[in-house]
C-alpha cells in the first residue's frame, strides 16, 4: 500500500462471510466505510476513533439480503456521519449517488459506477489512484453475486461485469463484499483467465446462473426491510 496518508482495512463478519472496508485519510482524519454490518457496527466504530478518524460516510455496494447493514448503528455512534447509497438501491440514506458520482474523503476520492444484476442499485466503487475497486456482489472471487432475488437478472450482471470490471487493467485489485472460502482479495486479470463463471459466453453464463439451485437466502426477509431504513427502525 503506497502513500503515508492512506489507511486501509479489511474487516470481516464471519456469519454472513461479509468484508467491511474502512478507508482513510490519516492526514486530514477521514474516512469512509463500505459495508459494515450491523452486529459490527460498535467494533467499526471503536476502531475508527482509536485511529483518530472522522467518519464521513458509513455506505453500502448495495441493498443486502444476507445481513442488516450497520450504517444506521454508526450514524447513532458517531453523529457526523452520514449513510450513503445509490438512488436506484430503493433504499434510504443521507446521501445517494448515482454512476460518474465522485465520494471523497480528504485527499482521497471513490468513482461511483453503475454495475446492476445483483440488484438494481449495485454499484461498484474504484478507486483509482489505488488501483482497486470494490466490487459488493457483483463479482464475487472466482464467482458473482445470485441473480435468483431482488431484482437479480444473469444478463444484466454478465454485461456490468464485462462492460465496467473487465475493462479496468488486469493489475486493479478487486474487494468483494463477500468471501466463503478465507480468500481475501483477486485481480482484473485473474478474474478474466480464472472466474468459471464470467470465462463463459452470456447464453452459457445465463444457464448456469439460472440453475444454481441455491436455497432460499435466510435472512432476506429480515434483512432487506432492515436495509431500506438504514438498518435501524426508528
Ligand atoms: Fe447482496
Redesign the pocket.
Known amino acids: 500500500m503506497t502513500g503515508k496518508r492512506l489507511l486501509f482495512r479489511q474487516l470481516f463478519d464471519n456469519i454472513s462471510c461479509t468484508y467491511t472496508y474502512l478507508l482513510g485519510d490519516i492526514l486530514a482524519k477521514e474516512a469512509v466505510l463500505i459495508d459494515p454490518v450491523l452486529e459490527h457496527a460498535e467494533r467499526d466504530a471503536r476502531i475508527i476513533k482509536e485511529l483518530n478518524l472522522n467518519l464521513k460516510y458509513a455506505m453500502n455496494t448495495?441493498m443486502?439480503?444476507?445481513h442488516v447493514t450497520g450504517t444506521g448503528q454508526l450514524k447513532k455512534i458517531l453523529p457526523n456521519c452520514k449513510s450513503l447509497i445509490s438512488k436506484e438501491s430503493g433504499a434510504k440514506a443521507d446521501v445517494y449517488v448515482t454512476s460518474g458520482d465522485v465520494i471523497k474523503f480528504g485527499n482521497h476520492q471513490l468513482e461511483v459506477v453503475a454495475t446492476p444484476g445483483?440488484?438494481n442499485g449495485c454499484v461498484t466503487y474504484i478507486w483509482r489512484d489505488q488501483e482497486m475497486a470494490f466490487t459488493?456482489?457483483t463479482l464475487l472471487i472466482r464467482g458473482c453475486?445470485?441473480t435468483d432475488f431482488q431484482e437479480g437478472d444473469p444478463t444484466t450482471l454478465y454485461h456490468s461485469i464485462h462492460k465496467n470490471i473487465f475493462s479496468l487493467p488486469d493489475h486493479y485489485l478487486l474487494y468483494p463484499?463477500h468471501d466463503y472460502k478465507g480468500v481475501m482479495c483477486t485481480s482484473v486479470g485473474e478474474e478474466k483467465l480464472y472466474n468459471p463463471r464470467l470465462t463463459k459466453s452470456l447464453d452459457e453464463f445465463v444457464d448456469i446462473m439460472k440453475n444454481l439451485n441455491l436455497p432460499y437466502p435466510k435472512m432476506i426477509d429480515k434483512a432487506v426491510p432492515a436495509n431500506k431504513v438504514c438498518g435501524v427502525f426508528d
Do not use: L, N, S, V
Request: a negative charge.
Open positions: 448495495h443486502h439480503a444476507d445483483h440488484t459488493g456482489d453475486g445470485r463484499a
